[in-house]
């Protein structure tokens, strides 16, 4: 290698490499390498502004060999002459490249295998196929990398395929029990996998390496790095903080009202109520369609006489038949297939997505849901289908303004929220809240409240959705929430059904955000009108309001939701705490008592902030659960018995409540 100081950064050429190694943030390294002449110049999800690091570089020989070393508060960086990077915390090895080859690294065996630790493999085009690879440690636990669907808290022996599909979304920065943070800082398709022989990255068309790694004591330390330099959520909204209602589909204006004023009747108190897809003529033309939607203006003036905020859905698919199709098509506003016809989704309609990474397709769709939305009083957007959903998931397929899909695409969620965000912020300073699907690194300062996805309404799912949470919290993502008993269920009346839903909705009442919705069947809803396009020959599913599940449920979830309300100065000071330093609502056992060490094992309870230690009840007729008690004194607060902490014990769960306990 040839080393050299630039301006603070280390630099190291080698055989067509060039290695940037910088300080980026607090006790924290940005660390490039590129075969090209000279590095894109993206920042991708490093976008704060950041006082310059005060790096120490050394710069020496070892063994007759090039040798250097990169030193940013607690955390350095050393390169020997073969280029493997090794990282250390206080000078305790954190993580290490993986390198078998002659020579390079301490490690004598394999030598022979001549695997090397970032390499290029040449694509047709220009881009490389880029692996990366560190030594693995068998004492280390993994968490983090957004929301996968398995019961997996601890990735450690994971393999994750990054690339946003529906209910899958990569954020790819990673919390390690060692102490240190990671970010892979590129939105390429690819895989990590975290196995117990080697740790690799892979990217699988890109024009250079970059990633970023921080060092810290506990986990809270890590995030706080990682949000000051991805960014933080904005202050969230106090008059959000209770039940949001929605259900597939409310299909006309009069179903809307009739329900926000069945609530009312019921003494169910709602902030919001959410108008689904195909309230529209066709997708891509971005509003009501008048059949159904004569005079929304007049029910949204209603709705907000109520105190009822609302929220209407907008998804970026843009039919051939929509009145805006061939003039975006002509624009270039449209992704871009690379072969074949024009259609990338295909639901209700022969649909191309629009380009959301595209500057003039964000102005030009945001003018029309300005108009058509936005002016009538139109409070939020739900940006659904923001993976984006398609045909199928063939990335190689599709190219974006930004470049081929398969390079970039895993941030087009962000870009797509950024439609609206970017725009309401312009010319309002109300706080900005959308609903997605999706979502990447950085997206948590776009005012992204990001739901788990089309998930079964099975017991399973809902101990996935525990693990997807807690990991969307540690990738820095601190507003998220899931459909309440889950998206798709075959019949409302299963009494398992029923069950599944009450403890859904206890879990749901101490997350960050109180949401039903659901595609409740059975379908034997007659359609509105016999056209073939628009929401009235659409299916809908059956009811999805309190009182729907009978009267017993619904005392329930009626006195649940008093519960909600009597915390919500809680639940704010906790979007406060997100809003300053990044700390999630929903947060692992560790996150709070990092010195426990059993905390790093537990994870089918969490904490809800500080105070709450939460137990949800995830199988079905389980009336009874162990509950682990860090240290401390712990009140249920149910019967406000209070037990000392450093021990396992068996707490009741009859099915009007779940064992919730607070720190005394």
């Known amino acids: 290698m040839i080393f050299s100081n630039d301006n603070g950064a280390l630099v190291a050429r080698r055989q067509g490499e060039t290695l940037r190694i910088e300080g980026w943030g607090k006790d924290a390294f940005r660390v490039r390498s590129t075969m090209f002449p000279d590095f894109t110049g993206n920042n991708w999800a490093l976008t704060e502004e950041v006082k310059a690091s005060e790096t120490v570089i050394s710069i020496t020989e070892k063994d007759n060999c090039p040798y250097a070393e990169i030193t940013n508060g607690r955390v350095k960086a050393t390169v020997n002459f073969a280029g493997v990077i090794t990282f250390y915390k206080d000078n305790e090895l954190i993580l290490r490249e993986y390198f078998r080859n002659y020579g390079g690294t301490e490690s004598k065996e394999s030598r022979c295998l001549k695997y090397v630790n970032r390499d290029y493999r040449p694509l047709v085009g220009g881009d490389y196929n880029f692996t990366l690879k560190f030594e693995s440690n068998d004492k280390e636990k993994i968490f983090g990398m957004g929301q996968y669907q398995h019961p997996y808290t601890n990735l450690k ?33 690819g895989r990590v996998t975290f196995g117990n022989n080697f740790t690799e990255w892979i990217a699988e068309a890109t024009k250079e390496m970059d990633y970023w790694i921080t060092v810290a004591d506990a986990p809270r330390q890590l995030i706080e790095n990682y949000t000051a330099v991805t960014g933080r ?11 949001w209602q929605c259900k597939l589909r409310y299909r006309t204006q009069e179903e809307v009202l009739k329900v926000a004023h069945a609530c009312k009747d019921n003494g169910v108190p709602i902030d919001c109520i959410v108008i689904d897809f195909f309230h529209w003529t066709v997708q891509g033309d971005w509003k009501f369609d008048k059949t159904y939607w004569p005079d929304p203006k007049a029910m949204v003036d209603e709705l907000h006489s109520m105190g009822i905020k609302v929220v209407v859905s907008v998804w970026p698919s843009v039919d051939k038949r929509s009145e805006n199709f061939y003039d975006m098509l002509e624009r270039g506003l449209l992704v871009k297939n690379e072969r074949g016809g024009l259609q990338n989704y295909d639901y209700q309609g022969d649909c191309t997505i629009l380009d959301a990474t595209n500057p003039e397709t964000k102005e030009y769709v945001w003018n029309i849901c300005k108009k058509n939305y936005y002016d009538l009083g139109i409070d939020m957007f739900w940006l659904d289908n923001s993976e984006p959903d398609l045909v199928k998931y063939d990335f190689d397929s599709l190219r974006y303004y930004i470049g081929p899909a398969l390079e970039v695409s895993n941030i ?5 929220s950024r439609v609206f965000y970017d725009n309401m912020t312009k010319i309002s300073d109300k706080p900005v809240v959308s609903l997605l699907r999706s979502a990447w690194a950085g997206s948590q300062k776009y005012g992204n409240v990001v739901w788990s996805g089309d998930v079964p309404s099975t017991f399973e799912a809902f101990r996935d959705q525990l693990a997807a949470g807690l990991n969307m919290g540690l990738a820095g993502i601190p507003w998220w929430t899931t459909d309440i008993g889950g998206f798709m269920t075959d019949d409302v009346n299963d009494p398992d059904f029923r069950q599944l839903l009450i403890r859904w909705y206890e879990f749901a009442v101490f997350s960050p955000v109180l949401r039903m919705h659901g595609d409740r069947g059975p379908y034997d809803i007659p359609p509105l009108d016999n056209r073939d396009f628009g929401g009235g020959y659409l299916h809908t599913g059956q009811d999805n309001e309190l009182w729907s599940y009978g009267e017993e449920n619904f005392r329930i979830m009626k006195d649940q939701l008093d519960i909600r309300h009597k915390l919500k100065p809680y639940i704010k000071s906790l979007y406060e705490e997100a809003s300053e330093n990044g700390s999630p609502l929903l947060r692992t056992l560790f996150y709070e008592f990092p010195d426990d060490e059993k905390c790093w094992e537990v994870y089918d309870e969490y904490m809800f902030g500080a105070q709450y230690l939460v137990a949800p009840v995830m199988e079905l007729n389980q009336y009874e659960r162990e509950v ?3 240290a401390g ?25 779940i064992p919730v306990f607070k720190l005394k």
């Open 633 to 657: 004194k712990w009140e249920d607060i149910r019967d406000g018995k209070v037990y000392d902490g450093g021990q396992t014990i068996t707490a009741k769960a009859p099915i009007e409540s």
């Open 412 to 416: 087009y969620p962000q870009h797509y």
């Open 157 to 189: 022996g994971c393999v994750l395929n990054m690339e946003q599909r529906n209910s899958q979304i990569t954020i790819p920065f990673e919390v390690s029990s060692l102490g240190y943070g990671f970010l892979w800082n590129n939105p390429a398709v």
């Open 628 to 630: 682990y008690l860090p």
């Open 233 to 243: 959520a904005p202050q969230f909204p106090d008059d959000l903080l209770g039940l």
